[in-house]
């Protein structure tokens, strides 16, 4: 009996062996060498089948980048693409850029501490105080994590932990992104993100850049604590209001005793030429949040940043001060590292400056652009390396002879031209270029900061001969690609 017992238990535990055999696994120079094809059956297996479907008609799918190196991916095949899509403001520093590429092989192989969650980390004090150094007027204690989202949800609950009622309810502007993990999703303007979740009720909805409509809800509700705005709406088209609104916000909300959280997650980091797009317009909110850029294109970096008052008043005591500490990888070493040697980057190479300067040549050719070609660009507006090319609805690029069948279809075709124009820059002229989720007729120019003229006469003598060649063969030319 005590035989067959053994021997059960011995067959048993080569059962649970055997189900930690080594699975099919692609090893990381498996990985390197999928061709476009692989990549794509991948994708759609595992990832979001409904994206590729987008991907596959921009014309992306075919793509495989190889490298990239500054202002330039190089694909499969060699072609070296032009990046003024920057992953929506992510790369201020370019691609690789070789200080951050050294700081980070340095602190490998130094055998360099990751995760010092137990014990202080150097490496995330230090960024800290460098994010405090480049924070104006009493923006001083930071929270570190990983995604803008993630920045946002902290800068949300230190405000409304400190903003002192009760019932605190926050408001927000009308075309917001502020992320897609549920606290600030509630906040995100989007019916497509919102989706059937079960959202957060505190929140009130009014018009960006429209300081009488937050007048009256303020002054109508004293249970209003906390005001979540981005500077500048990248998701809604790149969307900036007036000084004179800003000024109004800051001064109402002190009236009020109510904090303002000022989202730059996608406009901060020097991309409009001010560190904080806030700064162009003399004021300074209460609780602040970077991301993007901030892991200096290496590394997956965000932070909350508060002033000392706000930040005390919500986890200033021993009892509080776990309440939203650091996550296991907020401010992970090499991480902060990145961003630290990031931070030094953007100033030693002046990188601020140079999105002020080039991003004021851009505009201007934009402009030209917008008189040589009316029927097709609506609108440019931006600030810096921050900009929104707004196209006409596609039934007023057509003749007027046809406009009026066609603008029944405007609605429908929102984005058309925008994806057609964005797909063709693409293919014919090695151009990539972002897009917007609000209003699909904008293109969103948000190359690394350190874009030179060169390249913005590159983006726009290609723009300008695309568009010369007017609506039809633009129409025409993704059709033919669709077919190829």
């Not at 050294?102 to 490496?123: K, M, P, T, W």
Request: aromatic fraction near 8%.
């Amino acid at each position: 009996m005590q035989n067959t017992a053994l021997r059960d238990d011995f067959v048993d535990s080569v059962a649970v062996a055997s189900d930690n055999r080594k699975p099919d696994l692609i090893t990381v120079e498996e990985a390197k060498a999928l061709d476009a094809g692989t990549m794509a059956d991948l994708f759609k297996e595992h990832i979001n089948p409904g994206q590729f479907h987008f991907m596959k008609l921009l014309g992306f799918h075919k793509v495989k980048i190889e490298t990239a190196e500054g202002m330039y991916y190089v694909d499969q095949d060699g072609r070296k693409i032009l990046d003024f899509f920057g992953g929506f403001g992510s790369l201020a520093h370019g691609h690789n850029h070789p200080r951050v590429i050294a700081a980070r092989q340095r602190f490998q192989d130094e055998g360099r501490h990751e995760i010092a969650i137990a014990f202080l980390s150097q490496y995330a004090t230090a960024l800290a105080k460098n994010l405090a150094a480049c924070s104006p007027g009493e923006l001083d204690m930071v929270f570190l994590g990983s995604s803008g989202s993630e920045a946002m949800e902290a800068a949300v609950k230190v405000a409304e932990r400190a903003s002192g009622r009760k019932n605190c309810k926050i408001v927000h502007a009308g075309n917001s992104f502020h992320g897609k993990t549920k606290g600030v999703l509630s906040i995100t303007d989007s019916d497509l993100y919102q989706g059937d979740f079960k959202l957060v009720e505190n929140r009130i909805k009014v018009p960006f850049g429209d300081l009488d409509a937050l007048t009256r809800v303020i002054e109508a509700d004293p249970d209003i604590g906390v005001v979540v705005l981005e500077t500048i709406q990248g998701g809604g088209g790149i969307v900036s209001a007036s000084q004179s609104y800003w000024k109004g916000v800051r001064a109402l909300c002190d009236k009020h005793n109510v904090l303002w959280v000022a989202d730059e997650v996608q406009c901060g980091y020097g991309r409009t030429g001010r560190f904080y797009a806030f700064e162009h317009y003399g004021v300074v909110p209460d609780v602040t949040a970077l991301a993007k850029s901030l892991g200096a294109g290496k590394a997956a970096v965000g932070a909350m940043i508060a002033k000392r008052d706000v930040y005390m008043k919500a986890y200033g005591s021993p009892k509080t001060a776990m309440i939203h500490a650091q996550a296991t990888f907020g401010g992970i070493g090499e991480a902060s590292i990145t961003a630290i040697e990031g931070l030094n980057v953007l100033y030693d190479e002046d990188l601020i400056e140079n999105a002020a300067h080039v991003g004021a040549h851009l505009i201007s050719r934009l402009k030209q652009l917008q008189q040589k070609h009316p029927k097709i660009i609506k609108d440019v507006r931006g600030e810096g390396l921050m900009v929104g090319l707004e196209f006409q609805d596609f039934s007023k690029t057509m003749p007027v002879v046809l406009r009026p069948m066609l603008s029944l279809l405007d609605e429908k075709l929102k984005g058309s031209l925008s994806g057609f124009i964005g797909a063709q820059l693409l293919r014919d002229y090695d151009i990539l270029v972002a897009f917007t989720e609000y209003n699909r007729n904008v293109i969103r120019l948000e190359p690394p900061l350190v874009c030179t003229i060169e390249n913005v006469d590159t983006f726009c003598d290609a723009l300008d001969d695309l568009l010369s060649k007017g609506i039809v063969s633009i129409v025409n030319g993704f059709i033919k690609s669709q077919a190829a």
